[in-house]
């Protein structure tokens, strides 16, 4: 057995009379005592750095017996901790170092798979009681809490027995957060879904051919089908790239030619169904978005107005309708100045914006997007995919495949504030966070399209065409993208320059030269591994309390980093500080350009703007004027459950008294209500600052 650092002859002699006849487990309960276990585990460990003679292991074994028969009291049972203790001490003490590490690290590995299976229970008995709200998207019903079981189960399968152990310690101790754990070697992320070619061709879900559509009525149900559909197949959202293009082609293709009445009909079912159908076994409604605003058919335009005047008229009751997101295109020369040909669509989405908070705006003429033309599209959570080292430079058909975010304020604080080992430590950290992407890819690319039925079976994917049934998607998935995001640089930038970089000029100087460095590194990886590594200002949800929590217990409570129930979410100022929604805007539209995999910017109004649209006009071409790719005007919205009204409460409905109210406010991109929200979002939300106007 010996592994290059240890003698061979060991002595061994242990009175066999006394040999232990039972061991206490952990659990307590007491058991036979087997030297072969012990045995088997010292010849585990040397074979794990080459050693080869389970006799050496024999004899060490025994003067493991021999020295718990000198420590431990007559009639006493040793425990397991206590004979794994001195298999480390007899394995030190006779030279075998190399042996002794490996035996230790495997040791640690099965003591975090025992805590992860007792954390799996008491997050199963939570799940039993109240649904996880690490997604505001997932409801409380019973089949709610069987997919948080199973995703619960899964995570903990992953980190255990999947993931290489420096992956699994960093995701573990808080270093970086490796997203949807649960769907580590299942499927990706989400996508931008090429809607024309599906309405053109037909599809099948499984159960059938669908047939191209015959009435625009068809195309817009048969729209929701391939959301919910893919839906099922990916762990992320679901988007349209080109809505009002695409839905135009339908129309043009008709027999009869609908009217408005009839398209508008069209798209109120679209949006009542988005806000209905169910997937993932039940659990929650797609997440969904739709880009337009740029096509200037006929056809197209009439699309897109009636999208926006059934968002404006809301569900059955004048209800806001949560999804789908709408993300509204602004281009110079199409829609955003008065003599444009679809200005009046824009002064309409202004108008629904200002009563419902959607649709959000996209910016094509960005220093980032105006070289895309129209092509740049987004999902409602902030994802861009549009560069591509494989192949055409388009958003259809692609889309993220995984991403990981990094958790810069525990960087700051093991280099206690030091800048310059901040960078270095930052390189290590992203090093192990890019290789982490690229094992996650790996293990995806062994999928083969069978396995993603709808999503590569009826060929969604860039390139899916070209696959068979059993064929990897390897050749597919490289068209889609790596991120890696970051969380909390506000708080990172307390530690290294003593304030954030809302508030102080050097601060933001920091923040930007940081911003700076994560990119070019993330190009690097594209480089050397030629794939589509991206940077993504992360959406945190869950994960913006789970890493100030880690930080907290570990380093206390430290004032502007981890005494709040979260972190700022990646570039974003903090939103209890109080600002100039300009400056505000200016300062983070700085920041957009570095994020190529996805970014957004928000200003807070105290009320629904409805009687002030020039307002929201202003705040739109600001966004337009500091290079923001993507952004929206968030405000508190309550509506009442029983009468309709709505504005904002302070209690009970002021119209009919009713107490059901129904609180509508934005989280991570999406809209949500507040009773879904978890408990850090649900502080942040409490925290947030109106963003006064220029002349206050």
Same mark, same amino acid.
């Given at each position: ?5 240890? &003698? ?66 007559? =009639? ?7 004979? +794994? ?9 006779? !030279? ?74 960093a995701h573990d101790e808080g270093s970086f957060h490796i997203h949807d754990l649960d769907y580590y070697s299942k499927t990706l992320n989400c996508l931008q879904i090429d809607l024309s070619r599906l309405l053109q061709e037909g599809f099948n879900t499984g159960y059938g051919y669908i047939r191209p559509p015959k009435r625009i009525a068809s195309a817009a ?9 893919? +839906? ?6 679901? %988007? ?7 839905? =135009?082609?339908?129309? /043009? ?11 508008? @009909? ?28 740029t096509d200037t058919t006929a056809e197209g335009r009439l699309v897109s107005k009636a999208v926006l005047e059934s968002f404006k008229r809301g569900l059955g009751r004048g209800e806001s309708p949560i999804f789908p997101n709408l993300v509204f295109r602004v281009k110079a020369g199409v829609n955003f100045n008065p003599e444009d040909p679809n200005y009046d669509l824009y002064r309409l989405a202004l108008e629904v914006t200002a009563r419902r908070m959607n649709p959000t705006f ?55 504030? @030091? +800048? ?14 890019? /290789? @982490? ?56 930038? *307390? ?6 970089? !809302? ?52 380093? !206390? ?12 979410? %990646? ?36 009320? &629904? ?9 202003? $705040? $739109? ?23 309709? *009204? ?5 209690? %009970?409905?002021?119209?009919? !008294? %009713? ?26 939300? +409490? ?6 106007? &220029?002349?206050?």
């Amino acid at each position: 057995m010996n592994d290059g650092t240890a &003698p061979v002859e060991v002595e061994t002699a242990y009175d066999a009379e006394k040999t232990f006849k039972e061991i206490r487990k952990r659990d307590g309960r007491v058991v036979p005592f087997d030297p072969e276990k012990i045995t088997d585990a010292i010849f585990k460990a040397a074979k794990a750095v080459g050693g080869s003679d389970r006799s050496i292991a024999e004899n060490l074994t025994g003067q493991v017996i021999k020295n718990l028969q000198q420590k431990v009291q007559n =009639g006493v049972t040793p425990s397991v901790e206590e004979v +794994q203790d001195e298999v480390e001490v007899v394995l030190i003490e006779n !030279g075998h170092a190399r042996t002794a590490k490996a035996y230790i690290l495997y040791r640690d590995r099965r003591t975090r798979i025992r805590d992860g299976k007792s954390e799996l229970m008491d997050v199963v008995k939570e799940i039993l009681v109240e649904t996880n709200r690490e997604n505001a998207n997932v409801s409380n019903s019973p089949s709610a809490k069987m997919l948080q079981i199973a995703m619960a189960a899964s995570k903990q399968y992953y980190l255990s027995n999947l993931l290489p152990e420096e992956f699994a310690r960093a995701h573990d101790e808080g270093s970086f957060h490796i997203h949807d754990l649960d769907y580590y070697s299942k499927t990706l992320n989400c996508l931008q879904i090429d809607l024309s070619r599906l309405l053109q061709e037909g599809f099948n879900t499984g159960y059938g051919y669908i047939r191209p559509p015959k009435r625009i009525a068809s195309a817009a149900a048969q729209a929701a089908i391939i959301l919910q559909s893919n +839906q099922n197949d990916m762990f992320g959202g679901q %988007s349209f790239p080109h809505f009002d293009r695409s839905m =135009g082609e339908v129309i /043009r293709g008709l027999k009869k030619q609908p009217d408005y009445e009839e398209i508008y @009909q069209a798209m109120e079912g679209l949006i009542y169904n988005l806000n209905t159908m169910h997937s993932r076994a039940g659990a929650q409604v797609p997440f969904s978005s739709i880009n337009f605003g740029t096509d200037t058919t006929a056809e197209g335009r009439l699309v897109s107005k009636a999208v926006l005047e059934s968002f404006k008229r809301g569900l059955g009751r004048g209800e806001s309708p949560i999804f789908p997101n709408l993300v509204f295109r602004v281009k110079a020369g199409v829609n955003f100045n008065p003599e444009d040909p679809n200005y009046d669509l824009y002064r309409l989405a202004l108008e629904v914006t200002a009563r419902r908070m959607n649709p959000t705006f996209s910016f094509m003429d960005s220093s980032f997007n105006r070289v895309y033309g129209d092509e740049v599209s987004y999902m409602g959570c902030r994802t861009r995919v549009i560069g591509n080292r494989h192949g055409p430079e388009q958003s259809a058909g692609r889309g993220n495949i995984a991403p990981v975010t990094l958790n810069l304020p525990r960087i700051a604080l093991e280099c206690r504030g @030091q +800048q310059d080992l901040f960078f270095v430590q930052l390189d290590r950290v992203l090093r192990l966070a890019a /290789r @982490q992407l690229l094992h996650r890819f790996e293990v995806l690319a062994r999928l083969k399209t069978r396995d993603l039925p709808f999503l590569m079976g009826q060929q969604l994917y860039l390139d899916s065409d070209k696959l068979g049934p059993d064929d990897s998607i390897r050749e597919v998935i490289k068209h889609g993208t790596l991120a890696v995001g970051f969380i909390g640089l506000a708080e990172a930038l *307390h530690l290294l320059a003593g304030k954030h970089h !809302g508030e102080d000029e050097e601060a933001l100087a920091l923040a930007l030269k940081i911003a700076d460095h994560i990119r070019r590194r993330i190009d690097s990886y594209a480089e050397e591994y030629d794939l589509n590594f991206t940077l993504v200002a992360t959406p945190a949800e869950g994960l913006a309390g789970r890493f100030v929590s880690m930080d907290r217990d570990r380093y !206390g409570s430290i004032p502007g980093v981890t005494d709040k129930s979260y972190y700022t979410n %990646s570039f974003h100022i903090p939103v209890y500080y109080a600002m100039s929604m300009f400056e505000k805007i200016k300062a983070e539209g700085r920041f957009h350009s570095y994020c190529n995999a996805g970014h957004i910017s928000y200003t807070e109004l105290e009320a &629904p703007p409805v009687h002030n649209l020039e307002a929201v006009d202003r $705040i $739109i071409r600001q966004m337009a004027e500091a290079d923001v790719g993507y952004g929206g005007i968030n405000f508190p919205l309550d509506e009442c459950r029983i009468c309709s *009204h709505s504005g904002v409460f302070n209690g %009970s409905c002021p119209h009919c !008294g %009713s107490p059901e109210i129904r609180h509508i406010r934005r989280i991570t991109g999406y809209l949500s209500t507040d009773e879904r929200f978890n408990e850090a979002k649900w502080k942040e939300l +409490q925290d947030r600052r109106v963003h006064f106007g &220029p002349g206050r």
